[in-house]
Structures are given as structure tokens and as C-alpha cells.
T-cell receptor
Framework: KNEVEQSPQNLTAQEGEFITINCSYS?????LHWLQQHPGGGIVSLFM???GKKKHGRLIATINIQEKHSSLHITASHPRDSAVYIC?????????FGTGTSLTVIP | GAGVSQSPSNKVTEKGKDVELRCDPI?????LYWYRQSLGQGLEFLIY????????KSGLPSDRFSAERTGGSVSTLTIQRTQQEDSAVYLC??????????????FGPGTRLLVL
């Protein structure tokens, strides 16, 4: 059983669509991270959440601690958003990663 | 300012040799993380240093792996007697002290290790 489950595994969207990626975790966390990995391999940390909601530009991340669930939303998606999005649960001294959601946004 | 740097960027070695991978975190960052990503696989957590505290080594895949962080800054990940399954991209990240307004991890470009 994976400590972190992401869905969907793959996602194709038309430019402008609203996108949601889901993450469920089974461990107790100090924080939940959303990462973006571009095709070239570079990783960017998007959000670190311990409660509520955070927004950065067209990206919104929410977390429900009771339900052990987090979502990453992308509004007005753009082809440059195409990447793998990874959810990571930080237990305080360990990180557990989801397998990632591969997003392709078509012009 | 400079981001997280890692060296070497690529390393090819023969099975059984030892390798050292280096990470220079962002100045002032207290936390340093090592991860690896095997070809086509997801990220795997290896070890985490916070300040001068002893790291939790339970994420290291075997006793051939060790890591140290000298002076609370530069870190070295050492793999002894490398095996082909050690081939992966080894990523380092650092983050600012807890309580900083933007607590996020900054990733280095990674070291691509190939064990022949």
C-alpha cells in the first residue's frame, strides 16, 4: 500500500481548462508538498501546506487534514503548465511521494 | 543569489566503486534533503538534515549509503561499492529555517549517476 496516492495518473486538457489533481495520504503529516517536474527533469516546489488553502497565480492548493486529502487546481491552463505534478507527504522526518500526475495541455 | 548546486552533474562509474556526490545548499538554509529518482520512477526520499540535529537515516536504501553535512552547510552523499541499481538522478534540496514566511524547498539540478 502506498502512503500517498495521486489521481489521475495522466491528464490531457485543452488550453484554458480548469484542472484538478488529487492526492490522498495515509500517514500523519507535518506538511503536504506539491512539486512540479518539467520534461527536462528540473523540480520546482509549488506549495507547502499544513492547513487550508494557498494560492499563487493560477495555482491553488487545498488540504483537508481530517480527510487526509489535498488538491492542486490550475485555472486557465496553458501549454507551459505541461509537466509532472507530484504530491509529497512530510511526516517530519520522512517524505513519501505520490507517483505523479503527468499533465499535457494542448493549445 | 545562487540556488542549490550539485556536483558532479554527471557521473559514470564501474560497479563496485565508491562515489561521492556533493550538494551546496542556499546560504542560510538550515534544512537539506537528499532524494533520488530512478529512470521512469518516482521520487524517493533518502535523508534529511535540519540544522545541527542528527539526521534520520531510515530512508537510506542500504548501509552502502551514507551522508554527512559539515558545518551545517555542504553535504556529501557517499555510495560505497556501487551497484547497477544505484543508477539514478540524485537530487538535493534545501529550505529556509522554520517560521520563515516562504517555507519551501529549493531543488538543485541533480547528479545523474550511471553505474556500469
Amino acid at each position: 500500500k502506498n502512503e500517498v496516492e495521486q489521481s489521475p495518473q495522466n491528464l490531457t486538457a485543452q488550453e484554458g481548462e480548469f484542472i484538478t489533481i488529487n492526492c490522498s495520504y495515509s500517514v500523519g503529516i507535518s506538511a503536504l508538498h506539491w512539486l512540479q517536474q518539467h520534461p527536462g527533469g528540473g523540480i520546482v516546489s509549488l506549495f507547502m501546506l499544513s492547513s487550508g488553502k494557498k494560492k499563487h497565480g493560477r495555482l491553488i492548493a487545498t488540504i483537508n487534514i481530517q480527510e487526509k486529502h489535498s488538491s492542486l487546481h490550475i485555472t486557465a491552463s496553458h501549454p507551459r503548465d505541461s509537466a509532472v505534478y507530484i504530491c509529497a507527504a512530510n511526516t517530519g522526518n520522512q517524505f513519501y511521494f505520490g507517483t505523479g500526475t503527468s499533465l499535457t495541455v494542448i493549445p | 543569489g545562487a540556488g542549490v548546486s550539485q556536483s558532479p552533474s554527471n557521473k559514470v562509474t564501474e560497479k563496485g566503486k565508491d562515489v561521492e556526490l556533493r550538494c551546496d545548499p542556499i546560504s542560510g538554509h538550515t534544512a537539506l534533503y537528499w532524494y533520488r529518482q530512478s529512470l521512469g520512477q518516482g521520487l524517493e526520499f533518502l535523508i534529511y538534515f535540519q540544522g545541527n540535529s542528527a539526521p534520520d537515516k531510515s530512508g537510506l536504501p542500504s548501509d552502502r549509503f551514507s551522508a554527512e553535512r559539515t558545518g551545517g552547510s555542504v553535504s556529501t552523499l557517499t555510495i560505497q561499492r556501487t551497484q547497477q541499481e544505484d543508477s539514478a538522478v540524485y537530487l538535493c534540496a534545501s529550505s529556509p529555517p522554520p517560521g520563515t514566511i516562504i517555507e519551501t524547498q529549493y531543488f538543485g539540478p541533480g547528479t545523474r549517476l550511471l553505474v556500469l
